[in-house]
């Protein structure tokens, strides 16, 4: 037994591990009803986050490219409308071309008859929204800063042990604490897992033109460079900054990296062909590794892994928020409906459900966007010329080319 005399020793229906973007998420999914949630995290900051109309003047060098299968989902939770007050940037186009040839993919809000393909919204304003949502609601308790250290299944529920001496018990754990999950390992999940051989390097440009809210991705023989559009506020006329997500080989990550800002401008200049002018200035810069991982089972006993905590994919399609999301929604659904049944929280019929509903669907977007990373890493001559045939072809079959967008939006989810 964890939980000894002396400590906390309270109860709950779930513990939410990580109150990152998914964790908050499904926090706000069972805002509000009978259950009693403790939501855990080791940031203390979250509390003290400022209200979501004081606007940074700076971008978050961390941004996510929401679907509109997310942003349907965050319309649902009433906290789109927070969002939108304080700063995002839908997009309208988007241009995909080989940097090694004349191959091409255009895709268009408009050919789908949608407002827009997807919006960019900064991952802090994002979280703000998400937790101004849930203070002051009834049933969720925020453990910040804890970390949990230790767990015991026991035939009723699950223990926890943080670092501070702190234990409480729930019914259900669901791990959303990316893709390091410290749940994940003390729970004994199984996980698959390699190295991309790619770092990611982000931060915010100053560009000469405007992006007219297109994004661009060029792939480039080191790795695929993103530009995604942001704007200062709904009235930006200038439409002159965006989020850059260059996914380079380590050597090239390093080289990039060790370059003053005018010298990595220049870089990014020529790498983006100058598609939007010269780059006039950039933020700070900030580089980490890429893995996948992918955990072999979503559900253990009394514990279920979503988001990273489950899987975590390459982010040129900026797919991996959007699948932690439909993850959210999948698990809080399933949840419920057993409820509504007369089914225990825990009852593994229905945190099957949730892991048939979303395994098969996250492993075939993982499985794309590897095939997809090494399509465009070969550069032997047959294979480009037959890579740039194909995105030539994609680009003129109008349904083909929709299938994948509409995937990427999350509309066939």
């Given at each position: 037994m964890l939980c000894?005399?002396?400590?906390?020793?309270?109860?709950?229906?779930?513990?939410?591990v990580g109150a990152g973007m998914v964790g908050l998420t499904i926090a706000n999914l069972f805002r509000n009803t009978s259950l009693h949630i403790a939501l855990i995290d080791r940031n203390e900051s979250l509390l003290t986050l400022p209200a979501i109309k004081e606007k940074s003047p700076r971008f978050d060098p961390r941004v996510s490219a929401l679907s509109m299968a997310s942003r349907n989902i965050l319309e649902e939770l009433g906290v789109w409308s927070n969002i939108m007050d304080e700063r995002l940037c839908g997009y309208l186009n988007m241009r995909v071309w080989d940097a090694?040839?004349?191959?091409e993919i255009n895709f268009s809000a408009s050919d789908l008859n949608q407002v827009?393909?997807?919006?960019?919204?900064?991952?802090?304003?994002?979280?703000?929204?998400?937790?101004?949502a849930l203070i002051g609601g009834s049933n969720i308790d925020f453990l910040f800063p804890h970390s949990v250290v230790e767990l015991i299944e026991t035939n009723d529920n699950v223990e926890l042990k943080m670092a501070t001496d702190i234990c409480i018990k729930a019914k259900l754990v669901i791990a959303a604490d990316g893709?390091?999950?410290?749940?994940?390992?003390?729970?004994?999940?199984?996980?698959k897992e390699w190295d991309y051989d790619h770092h990611a390097i982000v931060t915010t440009v100053e560009t000469r033109e405007a992006h007219q809210k297109i994004a661009l991705q060029r792939f480039i023989e080191t790795?695929?460079?993103?530009?995604?559009?942001?704007?200062?506020?709904?009235?930006?006329?200038?439409?002159?900054?965006?989020?850059i997500v260059w996914s380079v080989i380590p050597e090239r990550a390093e080289e990039l990296m060790e370059l003053d800002d005018k010298e990595f401008?220049?870089?990014?200049?020529?790498?983006i062909e100058f598609s939007r002018g010269n780059i006039q200035d950039c933020e700070k810069r900030y580089c980490f590794p890429l893995k996948q991982r992918h955990a072999l089972e979503y559900v253990k006993g009394k514990i279920v892994l979503a988001g990273d905590a489950a899987h975590s994919i390459?982010?040129?399609?900026?797919?991996?928020?959007?699948?932690?999301?439909?993850?959210?929604?999948a698990l809080a659904s399933e949840i419920n409906l057993g409820l509504g049944a007369g089914r225990k929280i825990s009852d593994p019929i229905v945190l099957n459900r949730y892991q048939r509903k979303r395994k098969g669907h996250n492993l075939s977007m993982m499985w794309l966007m590897e095939g997809f990373k090494h399509l465009f890493a070969e550069q032997s001559l047959p294979v480009r010329w037959l890579r740039n045939i194909g995105m030539n072809g994609v680009d003129n079959f109008p349904i083909a080319k929709n299938y994948l967008a509409r995937r990427a939006m999350g509309l066939d989810a």
């Amino acid at each position: 037994m964890l939980c000894m005399k002396g400590l906390l020793n309270k109860d709950y229906d779930i513990a939410i591990v990580g109150a990152g973007m998914v964790g908050l998420t499904i926090a706000n999914l069972f805002r509000n009803t009978s259950l009693h949630i403790a939501l855990i995290d080791r940031n203390e900051s979250l509390l003290t986050l400022p209200a979501i109309k004081e606007k940074s003047p700076r971008f978050d060098p961390r941004v996510s490219a929401l679907s509109m299968a997310s942003r349907n989902i965050l319309e649902e939770l009433g906290v789109w409308s927070n969002i939108m007050d304080e700063r995002l940037c839908g997009y309208l186009n988007m241009r995909v071309w080989d940097a090694d040839g004349t191959g091409e993919i255009n895709f268009s809000a408009s050919d789908l008859n949608q407002v827009e393909l997807g919006t960019i919204v900064e991952n802090s304003v994002l979280i703000k929204a998400l937790t101004n949502a849930l203070i002051g609601g009834s049933n969720i308790d925020f453990l910040f800063p804890h970390s949990v250290v230790e767990l015991i299944e026991t035939n009723d529920n699950v223990e926890l042990k943080m670092a501070t001496d702190i234990c409480i018990k729930a019914k259900l754990v669901i791990a959303a604490d990316g893709s390091n999950s410290k749940i994940r390992e003390l729970a004994g999940f199984s996980v698959k897992e390699w190295d991309y051989d790619h770092h990611a390097i982000v931060t915010t440009v100053e560009t000469r033109e405007a992006h007219q809210k297109i994004a661009l991705q060029r792939f480039i023989e080191t790795g695929p460079l993103a530009f995604l559009p942001l704007l200062t506020d709904a009235e930006d006329k200038e439409q002159n900054y965006c989020s850059i997500v260059w996914s380079v080989i380590p050597e090239r990550a390093e080289e990039l990296m060790e370059l003053d800002d005018k010298e990595f401008c220049e870089e990014l200049n020529s790498s983006i062909e100058f598609s939007r002018g010269n780059i006039q200035d950039c933020e700070k810069r900030y580089c980490f590794p890429l893995k996948q991982r992918h955990a072999l089972e979503y559900v253990k006993g009394k514990i279920v892994l979503a988001g990273d905590a489950a899987h975590s994919i390459h982010p040129l399609a900026g797919q991996g928020v959007n699948l932690g999301l439909l993850d959210a929604r999948a698990l809080a659904s399933e949840i419920n409906l057993g409820l509504g049944a007369g089914r225990k929280i825990s009852d593994p019929i229905v945190l099957n459900r949730y892991q048939r509903k979303r395994k098969g669907h996250n492993l075939s977007m993982m499985w794309l966007m590897e095939g997809f990373k090494h399509l465009f890493a070969e550069q032997s001559l047959p294979v480009r010329w037959l890579r740039n045939i194909g995105m030539n072809g994609v680009d003129n079959f109008p349904i083909a080319k929709n299938y994948l967008a509409r995937r990427a939006m999350g509309l066939d989810a």
